[in-house]
């Protein structure tokens, strides 16, 4: 059936990767990471299934189809960050995500002519490619693999470290996903040492490099499914000690978890945020919050985000251009002058104007 051995293997990883990422996507914990990963696993079986296309010659039948997987690895590193900080944090993903697919999306741009070509135009682009005669934009696309997915695989580790540094002991380690990342590490210094290679003369086979690539990916699709919920200890914790006083421990978690949402979602912009909306969204029962907002700060529900509001008005206050103070007070989720007014007197002593003029002078 293949010409090639390592064909036969890139066929049946790519069956099983399929297979694999249809689980991952209907799996019930740690499910946005899972999601994450289905899609990836998915992603390089389409690119295992490339390598076949380009080694048995089908390309030569099939021309269309040239250039259509060569960017995807591109996109590894933005998928293997984003999920790690899944597992790590409760946080759910957002368009500007796809800001971390950005060498994908340069990969695209410059292979874009290329893809635009005829069949016949392909063909002759492969043919020159074998004859060594290698484009720029490919060389580039090719520099650029190893630096993006070495890059987003420190990333990745600053951010598994971050988490083991700060998780208490109700939390799961995650020491197999540090496993796995020095797995990746490794297999990375492996494709550095094959792109540096030409240059000392020394031939590789980057189709190795794709095995390994390959075997990290199903590994930690497999050992995944085997993963409790990470963010379940907060919440079975809640349920367990029902209406009663929460251990210190317990809330300071729950505050952590609390403070990391409001800074990077910014839910009080909105003035009707409820309380029920954040409840909902951490997945902390909603008399918690109020328990460790009244007991831990003192605070009320709505002064807790009356506190955000009042950050962001003075930090917007304090630049040269700043909007006129009703929309200001909008945007950061006041819902009328009059009370803006009088929240931010209580809160600075000063009225906006006042507190303008002072930091502007």
């Not at 909008?330 to 007014?341: A, E, H, Q, T, W």
Request: with cysteine; charged share 15%; net charge positive.
């Amino acid at each position: 059936m293949f010409d090639h051995p390592l064909s036969l293997l890139f066929f049946a990883a790519a069956l099983q990767g399929f297979l694999l990422a249809g689980v991952l996507g209907l799996h019930k914990r740690n499910t946005q990471a899972n999601h994450i990963l289905a899609v990836w696993v998915a992603l390089l079986s389409v690119d295992l299934l490339g390598q076949i296309y380009y080694a048995e010659n089908i390309f030569r039948q099939y021309p269309q189809f040239i250039g259509l997987t060569n960017f995807l690895p591109l996109s590894y590193g933005g998928f293997l960050y984003l999920y790690v900080r899944s597992l790590t944090q409760a946080k759910p993903l957002r368009w500007h995500d796809s800001l971390h697919f950005g060498g994908f999306f340069i990969g695209v741009l410059l292979n874009l002519p290329s893809l635009l070509q005829s069949s016949a135009q392909k063909l002759h682009f492969v043919e020159s490619i074998i004859a060594d005669q290698v484009p720029w934009h490919f060389q580039v696309v090719d520099a650029l693999m190893p630096v993006y997915a070495t890059a987003y695989a420190i990333f990745s580790g600053v951010l598994l470290w971050r988490y083991q540094r700060s998780a208490d002991n109700s939390m799961p380690r995650l020491r197999w996903l540090q496993t796995l990342l020095i797995m990746n590490m490794i297999i990375w210094l492996v494709v550095w040492a094959c792109t540096l290679a030409p240059l000392l003369h020394v031939e590789t086979n980057n189709q190795l490099v794709y095995l390994l690539v390959s075997l990290f990916i199903y590994i930690m699709g497999y050992v995944s499914l085997r993963q409790p919920d990470i963010f379940a200890a907060i919440k079975e914790s809640s349920l367990k000690y029902g209406e009663n006083r929460l251990p210190d421990d317990l809330r300071e978690q729950i505050l952590a978890a609390l403070e990391q949402h409001m800074r990077e979602h910014s839910p009080w912009r909105a003035s009707s945020f409820s309380l029920a909306q954040l409840a909902e969204s951490t997945g902390i029962a909603s008399h918690h919050i109020s328990q460790v907002l009244n007991g831990h700060l003192g605070q009320s529900f709505n002064d807790y985000l009356n506190q955000f509001r009042i950050t962001a008005v003075c930090q917007r206050l304090r630049e040269p251009h700043s909007q006129n103070l009703l929309d200001l007070a909008l945007d950061c989720g006041f819902s009328s002058k009059s009370s803006f007014n009088a929240i931010f007197k209580k809160h600075t002593n000063q009225t906006p104007s006042k507190y303008r003029k002072q930091v502007q002078n």
